[in-house]
């Protein structure tokens, strides 16, 4: 497990993967470079393990190559940056006018996201390449769509993306309709969190008109306004969060605060939940080192599943991210989609989707543009495909001028500096902004971000 100090989420894998008796013995390592976090990681899954009754080999490491040496499978989980970093993508758009709500998957946020990953997981895919060609990666880390695209354009690795927003979405769905979703026949295709359930049966009988009924009922729409009004107007339900959809579209935020509020969208939701974090940490670290019993559930993580089919040959179905490869026939055929995906001893196949309604290609086509963008600049080195990946956002272009898009681009780049793979190795017609910046002074973003937080209604 890399990035092990993402300590639940470790956490939570750990006791999935122990969970089954055929991996109660299994070695498994985990590794970061945050040495506290390593720790209270590696101690909370043994908690996790003896609870379980298991009796797995944990091995604890700082180095990549030794974690690899030996790997059947490899779970990434690495964020790279730390809070200060998620600050720059926050507040130097902020002076801009432009607000998010997570920047984590699309839009500046979450390209400035991938390319501080970039480095990393190029580098993850050659020592796997090196070390263990024959283990399976399973990406968790976000963007998904353009880490994967990483993996993929940069090396042979075997690696798929995986989610929990296609099953989660599920229970909630069948929740509002009073419905065991292990009953429930469905289809679900498109990008990562903009999947859209284009198949949604019982016994044979549509459930759409029992949802679009239900949406009537303010109790339900309270619970996700955002994708309900998406639903209302493009005929099907997304797979991620109304506060994640709020900012892949230009029709809840860039509409002023009032407008926003009125559909519940959180802006800087993000940023509160990392504050949170660090108060959960502290508590967890107490917890590993007491003798505090440790209740364990199954997560409904797919990444477990994975490692049990493969290894045992069971077959199941899975929702991951790969190429496309003519699996959905109206995206391009190397984009990242999120389909059906067939797991058993041979490994990972997808299904074929065929066409999705042009609708929901409409939703996402932007999205995949930017992607291609941001593989083609980190790959060339490339600042004007950083401009207009930003450009062909739709929150973004909604909000800002180009010149201000540019600008703003350049202030991030300057930001993030070394963390950056280089942008400036081939050059182009297409103009800088022309202007420089200071450095970055986390205490001067971190005391704008208390400002706002401060300002914004309990």
């Known amino acids: 497990m890399i990035g092990a100090g993402s300590v639940v989420f470790s956490k939570n894998l750990t006791g999935d993967i122990l969970s089954y008796p055929e991996f109660r013995d299994a070695c498994l390592c985990y590794m970061d470079i945050d040495p506290e976090r390593l720790e209270v990681g590696a101690a909370l899954c043994g908690k ?12 604890v490491t700082s180095s990549l190559q030794d974690a690899l040496a030996g790997a059947d499978f490899v779970i990434n989980m690495v964020q790279i940056g730390s809070f200060n970093s998620t600050l720059v993508d926050f507040e130097i758009p902020r002076k801009y006018g432009l607000n998010f709500t997570i920047a984590d998957t699309t839009g500046p946020g979450g390209m400035f996201r991938a390319l501080r990953t970039f480095p990393m997981l190029r580098n993850l895919g050659e020592q796997m390449m090196k070390i263990c060609p024959r283990a399976i990666l399973l990406n968790y880390s976000n963007p998904m769509g353009m880490n994967m695209l990483t993996l993929t354009a940069t090396g042979d690795v075997r690696a798929v993306g995986l989610c929990h927003s296609v099953q989660g979405t599920l229970d909630q769905l069948m929740g509002y309709l009073g419905e065991d979703p292990k009953k429930i026949a469905f289809t679900c295709a498109g990008i990562n969190h903009m999947a859209f ?9 549509d459930l759409y008109p029992r949802l679009f ?6 109790e339900i729409y ?11 107007r493009l005929g099907y339900f997304v797979t991620e969060s109304s506060e994640h959809n709020a900012e892949y579209s230009p029709y809840f935020i860039p509409h002023g ?3 926003a509020a009125k559909y519940s969208v959180p802006i800087d939701e993000y940023l509160r939940r990392c504050d949170g974090i660090v108060d959960k940490f502290a508590k967890l670290k107490e917890l590993c080192r007491s003798d505090e019993p440790m209740d364990v559930e199954r997560s409904h993580e797919y990444g477990s599943t994975i490692i049990h089919s493969i290894v045992t040959g069971t077959p199941t179905v899975v929702y991951g991210n790969a190429p496309n490869r003519g699996a959905i026939g109206n995206l391009p055929y190397n984009a990242i989609v999120e389909v059906a995906t067939v797991v058993d001893r041979n490994g990972l196949r997808q299904t074929k989707v065929g066409d999705l309604p042009p609708q929901l290609i409409g939703y996402m086509q932007p ?4 992607q291609e963008l941001f593989i083609r600049a980190a790959m060339e080195g490339r600042r004007d495909h950083i401009y207009q990946a930003a450009m062909f956002d739709p929150l973004t272009a909604a909000t800002l001028t180009m010149d201000q898009i540019v600008e703003m681009c350049d202030e991030l780049i300057a930001a993030h500096g070394s963390m950056l793979p280089p942008l400036d190795t081939k050059k182009t017609l297409v103009p800088t902004s022309g202007k420089t910046f200071p450095p970055v002074n986390p205490a001067q973003l971190r005391a704008s971000w208390d400002a706002v937080h401060r300002a914004q209604p309990r």
């Open 257 to 259: 605060r009032e407008f």
């Open 367 to 370: 999205h995949v543009t930017q």
């Open 197 to 205: 359930y284009t198949q949604l049966e019982k016994d044979g009988v």
């Open 48 to 59: 996790v393990a003896r609870a379980l009754g298991a009796s797995p080999k944990i091995e």
């Open 213 to 218: 009924e239900a949406m009537n009922k303010p």
């Open 222 to 232: 309270n619970t996700n306004p955002v994708r309900f009004e998406l639903m209302k």
